[in-house]
């Protein structure tokens, strides 16, 4: 048994209607976007492998080059890895002329600017309000509430390779001693 089902004509006010509707539909859907994207946090990129480090330009960091002229102890700025807001991440050249295991995040924990590091004292110290951190990124003096954040460094085809931080934070000041990282 077949039934015979009519087409229902549309009048022009009910296209109107849902033509309308729609439209505000969309506009409504438009500008909820920023404000959703805003609430939901960022995820990691799906980049398991790591992030290679870069110049300011952009450009690859190559470990041969960066060895023959970097000093033993030096920080380099490189665009790194972000943690916490900030990808800018420091490569840590060791006394024997290696590179360290680890990078050093550039975004202090008490307001977010980025920190220099100052060669002649050792240390990073922070030009918006004073604080200072060890070589390694631990807190020495506030108002910082917290070590800088750091990223696992490793040395892979001639590039540098920056990961997110698994394990433990071995640095202990009097101001910060806590093994569980505060930035994973």
Known sequence: MTQNVEQIPVGRRQFLTLLTGGAITGVTLAALYPVISYFTPPTSGGTGAGVIAKDGLGKEIQVSTLLATAAPGAHIISQGLTIKGGDATYIVVTEAKQI??????????????????????????????????????????????????LAQAAVKDDRIVFSPWEGDDLRCTPLWCQKKPWWV
């Open 100 to 149: 360290a295991n680890f990078g050093v995040n550039a975004v202090c924990t008490h307001l977010g600017c980025v920190v220099p590091f100052d060669a002649g004292a050792g240390k990073f110290v922070c030009p918006c309000h004073g604080s200072q951190y060890a070589a390694d990124g631990g807190l020495m003096k506030g108002p910082a509430p917290q070590p800088l954040a």
